[in-house]
């Protein structure tokens, strides 16, 4: 679907309103049969451009040595196996960092070109991937919080957050005629507030103009649609939300056990973060914001996950077992960031005297429910729940091999206690050896999994043949057959036009002509099925079957610029290759030999020509014992040939004088041509003696 509509499809005419990763991807189309392959290349670019964000972010809670290996884990996390689709993920990734470190640095310097700033990201980002349209609600109430929390330090302190002191105790400096800088001032802080929602309500405002006018100019009306035609239908029906709950709860339950199982000592972290102690430095007052921050993001698009889960569930290979950690995997290096905000206590310029430490009680009392729930994932996870490569990368690669599941488990566990007794240590543990660790254990069984799928299945080698071997005019009137839509998709994408048409359901069933194109299209099925009435086998492999739906004026048809499995003959002889408008002889007999008996009677229309000296000499067509005689022009035009008697199998064409072009000067092709053929019909009547004499079409 996104391939299509970046490449093969008018915007306006793409059913998710993603337009600007399609104007981003639309440069894949000019890269032909490898499309895929620089849409990987794109989306490692987009995914590597996440990494300096992160590291800005992470540069306001630690040391550059921490922050380094933050921006670097999260590039190397397994969850890069994104970057192997042709989908918005990685940009969206990289969207989502740029909209965080907007959102950061309006904490740090509150104003409204960068309240402006932070809601255009925002706004562009759901042209990215519709799904950030969920990050409005946490993003206002981030906004927010960040906006009441710069308006106390400038009431404490009379001055931006960035130069407030470490502490009240610190006196406040003086301007040079006399007056007070730096002193508390309610006044201040009040009026900041204010403006803040001003400048919130104004850029809400401004990134709805952005998005819909730039919706507009890619895709006219259409543009003008929030959620696009596929998700606005997927929202109609759907249970009431009091009626999924029981089930949402029990899907949440699998993502909390997965997510702890992996990133316990993370959720400790933000636990400890309500602790007032960790609340005196600008760096500690940016570690609360990030605690905040990762509830708000992390706990709404956890809760639209679970409720998508629940409604969807038991709807074709859908399961409230199902883990779609995908809906909101790229926030998770924002437990990495939590960490790094434990692995130091920041700059010595960040504080004028030491931090107070939570106390061993604080700590243990917090890592205490981290322990219990991964030691609860650890036995219970699985089977339980399913995670998979594609809907939670890191966790499958985690659970897929139970001493790596037992290894990193441990290693987890080691870092939570070492934090309880030393919190910096512990951090520090977390992110240079367990972090990697489970990065390179994990990785690698992802990454098994991910290049298995490189081996081609039926509906590869079927998609892959069908592009290939029909026109693009001919792909237009095809219609796929199988029993997987998943499998279908991919065979469609590879066949690389949209019109192509689908058809779900089981083998060794009927397809019905109804649901097919009309005469002369195509159906290509994948696997055993019944093949309709009034249709052509033209191509029959163990897996697939292409078949052709026969037009009236079709039957029984041979057109000489086909290939010779499609005109019903088991053997040839005597015939050239395909050219565009049919072949030439190129020896003194052409031999046709069909797979079953032509009818007893029949009359036999052939469209063809004859070549240099062969043109008004007899040419004698015999079937079976029956010889019939025919002189041909030398453009082509159709001649009838009566036929009666026993039904038989082979025909034969003998040419009265090959010749080659070069023995006439006609160029230096040495086939030795005789008639052009362009079309042959077989048309089926009473039986009586003919004449054995040829006629013109008219007569």
């Given amino acids: 679907t996104y391939s299509s509509a970046a490449r093969l499809e008018p915007f306006s005419a793409a059913i998710i309103p993603n337009y600007l990763y399609y104007s981003a991807y639309a440069v894949t189309g000019q890269c032909g049969t490898a499309s895929l392959e620089c849409a990987r290349s794109l989306n490692a670019l987009f995914y590597i451009a996440a990494a300096p964000f992160i590291y800005l972010i992470a540069r306001q809670l630690a040391s550059r040595p921490v922050a380094a290996i933050v921006a670097l884990l999260s590039v190397l996390r397994p969850a890069n196996s994104y970057t192997a689709y042709f989908m918005p993920e990685a940009m969206y990734y990289a969207g989502f960092w740029l909209l965080t470190w907007t959102c950061f640095n309006y904490l740090r310097r509150p104003s409204a070109l960068a309240m402006f700033g932070s809601a255009l ?43 407030a002191p470490a502490a009240s105790t610190v006196a406040a400096p003086r301007a040079a005629d006399g007056s007070s800088i730096g002193a508390p001032n309610r006044a201040a802080g009040t009026g900041l507030l204010l403006r803040s929602f001003g400048w919130l309500a104004a850029a809400m405002l401004a990134a709805a103009i952005v998005r819909f006018g730039l919706g507009y100019l890619f895709a006219g009306k259409s543009g003008l649609h929030l959620l696009g035609v596929m998700y606005s239908g997927q929202s109609q029906g759907k249970p009431a939300l009091m009626s999924v709950i029981p089930a949402a709860l029990q899907n949440l339950e699998g993502h909390m056990l997965g997510i702890v199982l992996m990133l316990g000592l993370p959720f400790a972290a933000l636990l400890l973060g309500v602790s007032p102690a960790l609340r005196r430095t600008p760096q500690q007052r940016t570690l609360a914001a990030m605690g905040v921050y990762t509830v708000l993001m992390f706990g709404a698009l956890l809760a639209i996950t679970t409720l998508f889960t629940a409604s969807v569930a038991g709807h074709g290979a ?32 960040w504080s004028s005297r030491p931090a107070q430490e939570p106390s061993f009680i604080a700590r243990l009392l917090a890592a205490a429910p981290a322990v219990a729930v991964a030691l609860y994932g650890a036995t219970y996870l699985l089977p339980a729940f399913a995670p998979s490569y594609i809907d939670s990368p890191e966790l499958f690669g985690m659970t897929r091999d139970p001493q790596i599941l037992d290894l990193l488990a441990t290693a987890s566990l080691a870092c939570l206690l070492l934090w309880t007794v030393s919190r910096r240590w512990g951090a520090l543990l977390f992110l240079f050896i367990y972090a990697p660790l489970f990065a390179a254990l994990a990785g690698a069984q992802l990454n098994e999994r991910v290049r ?29 057959v199988g029993r997987d839509a998943g499998d279908l998709f991919k065979t469609r994408m590879l066949i690389d036009n949209p019109k192509v048409k689908l058809i779900v359901q089981p083998h060794e069933t009927d397809i019905d002509p109804a649901s097919l194109g009309g005469p002369r299209s195509y159906v290509l099925t994948i696997g055993n099925y019944r093949a309709p009435a009034g249709s052509d086998s033209l191509v029959h492999r163990r897996e697939f079957s292409l078949l052709r739906l026969r037009a009236e004026e079709d039957r029984n048809v041979v057109r000489f610029d086909r290939p010779e499995h499609e005109w019903g003959t088991s053997y040839v002889q005597g015939l050239s290759g395909p050219e565009p408008w049919g072949r030439w002889s190129d020896k003194r007999e052409v031999v046709l030999e069909f797979a079953s008996p032509l009818p ?90 003919a004449s054995g004499t040829a006629r013109t079409a008219d007569q």
Avoid: C
Avoid at 126 to 144: D, G
Avoid at 639 to 653: K, L, S
């Fill in 318 to 349: 859908e399961s409230n077992t199902r883990l779609h950690m995908r809906y909101y995997d790229f926030v998770l290096p924002l437990l990495l960031l939590l960490v790094a905000g434990h692995s130091t206590p920041g700059p010595e310029a």
């Fill in 121 to 163: 990201v925002l706004g562009l980002l759901t042209m990215v991937k519709v799904h950030a349209l969920f990050l409005l609600p946490p993003w206002v109430v981030f906004m927010v919080y960040a906006s009441w929390s710069a308006s106390r330090t400038a009431a404490a302190f009379g001055a931006s957050p960035e130069l």
């Fill in 452 to 480: 298995w799928a490189q081996q081609s299945d039926p509906y590869v080698r079927a998609g892959l043949f069908a592009r290939e071997y029909l026109s693009p005019d001919e792909i237009n009137n095809l219609t796929l």
């Fill in 600 to 689: 007893a009677a029949f009359s036999l229309r052939l469209d063809a020509a004859a070549f240099g000296p062969n043109v008004g000499k007899p040419f004698v067509v015999r079937l079976g014992k029956q010889e019939r005689t025919v002189t041909l022009p030398e453009k082509h035009g159709e001649v009838v040939i009566d036929f009666d008697g026993d039904a038989e199998q082979v025909m034969t064409i003998e040419v009265p004088q090959p010749t080659s072009p070069r023995d006439v000067g006609a160029g230096e092709d040495a086939r030795t041509l005789g008639i052009a053929l362009y079309r042959m019909q077989i048309e089926p009547r009473p039986y009586s003696r």
